[in-house]
T-cell receptor, first 114, second 112 residues
Framework: QQQVKQSPQSLIVQKGGISIINCAYENTAFDYFPWYQQFPGKGPALLIAIRPDVSEKKEGRFTISFNKSAKQFSLHIMDSQPGDSATYFCAASRYSGGYQKVTFGTGTKLQVIP | DAGITQSPRHKVTETGTPVTLRCHQTENHRYMYWYRQDPGHGLRLIHYSYGVKDTDKGEVSDGYSVSRSKTEDFLLTLESATSSQTSVYFC???????????FGPGTRLTVT
């Protein structure tokens, strides 16, 4: 059962545009919502994260918007650049069975074209 | 990659053979994880460790075993590799916060 649903699967955006990736979750026990960025041939790297008691968090050109009542959250990349081309994973984290369990979405492959 | 190395980085093996992947960390982290990454599935947890000789199963542990005899090394073993285990395997350590994980560079395993 996929506990974190991510869309779209792929996204093409022009340079300077806004990239938007959406995620939805079901389990209200999740207590952190991180986003990871992965470049080809590399491991995922933490990009930005938010707690469910915050509606928005911004770090540079990256913003997470969080809607607790709808159980949805999204990543916005402003002024998208070719260097942002990567696969992005949303995730949800909760403490379960003795460890902090991180459940990942299926990923969005972003291509920013010049 | 936060002081995490994985070996080998690439491996091709035949169905039915045993395979061991190694994860090595240099920062004395207590928690270590093994994930597999497959298209359409994201990252799925295979096993994790919360200390030397302390390990437990993740969501896709069938066909895999792990061992941790030293803090710095976490081994993933496929006792008898199958084609369904063709994947990219990532090791991770827990970072400074509960939700933060640092990933190694990955091992691409192909089972023919």
């Amino acid at each position: 059962q996929q506990q974190v649903k991510q869309s779209p699967q792929s996204l093409i955006v022009q340079k300077g545009g806004i990239s938007i990736i959406n995620c939805a979750y079901e389990n209200t026990a999740f207590d952190y919502f991180p986003w990871y960025q992965q470049f080809p041939g590399k491991g995922p790297a933490l990009l930005i994260a938010i707690r469910p008691d915050v509606s928005e968090k911004k770090e540079g050109r990256f913003t997470i918007s969080f809607n607790k009542s709808a159980k949805q959250f999204s990543l916005h990349i402003m002024d998208s650049q070719p260097g942002d081309s990567a696969t992005y994973f949303c995730a949800a984290s909760r403490y379960s069975g003795g460890y902090q369990k991180v459940t990942f979405g299926t990923g969005t492959k972003l291509q920013v074209i010049p | 990659d936060a002081g995490i190395t994985q070996s080998p980085r690439h491996k091709v093996t035949e169905t039915g053979t045993p395979v061991t992947l190694r994860c090595h960390q240099t920062e004395n982290h207590r928690y270590m994880y093994w994930y597999r990454q497959d298209p359409g599935h994201g990252l799925r947890l295979i096993h994790y460790s919360y200390g030397v000789k302390d390990t437990d199963k993740g969501e896709v542990s069938d066909g895999y075993s792990v061992s941790r005899s030293k803090t710095e090394d976490f081994l993933l073993t496929l006792e008898s590799a199958t084609s369904s285990q063709t994947s990219v395997y990532f090791c991770a350590i827990r970072g400074g916060t509960d939700y933060e994980q640092y990933f190694g560079p990955g091992t691409r395993l192909t089972v023919t």
